[in-house]
């Protein structure tokens, strides 16, 4: 049976008035936040290399700064890769979707002045495909791959199994207003999971003496899937008194002045 449905003209013009509050809540661009929940063998690494040393965080987490530093994220659009049914209907090609195809996740931080985030990235590269002579991995230090074995000749790689360097990364989205308080929030706010995450490709960095800028460092992420979820306001925003704390303060936009 046909299906037809005939436009409401009600529903074609509105006034202000009962329009403005729906386009005074619409959602910006600069209040993110990406999480990388580091497992305990490659956070030993990392350790061992001095991505955690607070000397070179200024004061914060070393993973929180990077993830503080984190200047741009793709939001993941979803789509289908489709099969094509031909002659079923002359005249007609079909479409259905096949499987659903996940894009790469592409992440851009600004790079502080101990150069933290490129150490980071770097060292996970490192952990999943380390370099080996003797029969062993040859660990980095605070000082990079330094060790004279990494100088040898018959020195080589090996590569480690998904499970010990993929991890799961966090990428929320929420809006300015966004107060915690306890385990209270005030609004929701809607976070992408991205599940056996790993990086696949660092960008080339170009430095140059013609016009000075803030070094950016884009890295591409490989992923199985990613599941998303919400988490609604679970309190008014009467409960917060003057001591509670606007999440957005911890934005990279507000803290930037501070980092460099």
């Not at 056996?196 to 890295?219: C, M």
């Amino acid at each position: 049976m046909p299906f037809f449905t005939e436009q409401n003209p009600e529903r074609l013009k509105y006034n202000i008035a009962s329009v403005i509050n729906t386009f005074s809540k619409v959602s910006t661009t600069t209040f993110f936040k990406v999480t990388f929940p580091i497992n305990a063998t490659l956070r030993t690494w990392l350790e061992g290399a001095g991505i955690y040393d607070r000397n070179d965080s200024d004061g914060f987490d070393g993973m929180e700064k990077i993830e503080l530093l984190c200047s741009e994220a793709m939001i993941p659009g979803p789509s289908f890769k489709n099969t094509e049914i031909i002659g079923n209907r002359q005249g007609l090609v079909e479409k259905y979707p096949l499987i659903r195809a996940f894009p790469e996740l592409t992440l851009t931080f600004y790079v502080d002045k101990n150069h933290a985030v490129i150490r980071f990235f770097e060292e996970w590269f490192n952990y999943i495909n380390p370099l080996h002579y003797g029969g062993k991995a040859i660990p980095s230090t605070r000082r990079g791959q330094n060790d004279s074995d990494a100088f040898e000749n018959a020195a080589h790689y090996h590569m480690r199994y998904p499970d010990e360097y993929c991890q799961h990364i966090l990428l929320t989205k929420f809006e300015k207003d966004l107060q915690s308080g306890g385990s209270a929030t005030n609004s929701s706010y809607y976070t992408y999971e991205f599940i056996q995450a790993f990086p696949s490709n660092i960008t080339g960095v170009p430095v140059s003496y013609q016009g000075s800028q803030v070094l950016k460092y884009t890295v591409v992420f490989d992923y199985m899937r990613y599941i998303t979820r919400r988490t609604p306001a679970t309190t008014p925003d009467a409960i917060f008194g003057p001591n509670s704390i606007p999440v957005s303060d911890l934005t990279t936009v507000d803290l930037i002045s501070q980092l460099f």
